[in-house]
């Protein structure tokens, strides 16, 4: 049998190049590869991301609500300790604000008792600002602190009523990956 010499490879009598065959296909087929390995991050990290926004909605939709549609558990909360709170509720009825209860939610928000109350309001791993602003967008009240260099903020705003007046509970929760 006849070789013949191409260019570095060699052919044999019946023409066929096997290796740089199998040097394009392998090729290939480590693009293909690395193209799945890239895409399959980039995805991964995406669901990753909005699981984490779907549980922050959750427990700032919950902890809204809770403040929001009752009293708070025990009902005279403001006057007892922090210990001593199952839920907080900021509401003498339905979307009408008890000053005296906003008062003292934001004195746990400002103080010693931050970790405390986050934690009674389903909020334990998130940083949390609370705010009653006039539909002017003049802030009555604010409790908390959200860092300012967080990586994410979100804000969650419901309609109520506070001393016979339309205003708007805000809601800002920040974390950091």
Do not use: C
Not at 57 to 64: F, G, K, M, P, T
Request: proline letters at 2%.
């Amino acid at each position: 049998m006849k070789k013949f010499v191409l260019k570095g490879f060699q052919l044999n009598s019946k023409g066929q190049f096997f290796f740089p065959d199998l040097m394009l296909a392998t090729s290939v087929f480590i693009m293909g590869l690395v193209f799945f390995f890239v895409a399959s991050q980039h995805i991964f990290f995406q669901t990753q991301e909005l699981d984490s926004r779907k549980e922050i909605d959750e427990a700032a939709h919950a902890s809204l609500d809770a403040l929001l549609s009752m009293p708070g558990s025990p009902v005279n909360w403001e006057h007892k300790s922090i210990d001593d709170v199952n839920v907080f509720g900021i509401v003498s009825s339905r979307g009408i604000i008890d000053s005296v209860k906003l008062e003292k939610l934001r004195e746990h928000l400002n103080g010693a008792n931050y970790s405390s109350a986050k934690v009674k309001l389903g909020l334990p791993k998130y940083d949390l600002q609370i705010s009653l602003v006039d539909t002017n967008g003049d802030y009555f009240e604010e409790a908390g602190a959200i860092d300012a260099n967080a990586d994410y903020k979100f804000v969650y705003e419901r309609i109520v009523y506070y001393n016979g007046a339309q205003s708007v509970l805000r809601e800002v929760v920040s974390y950091e990956k």
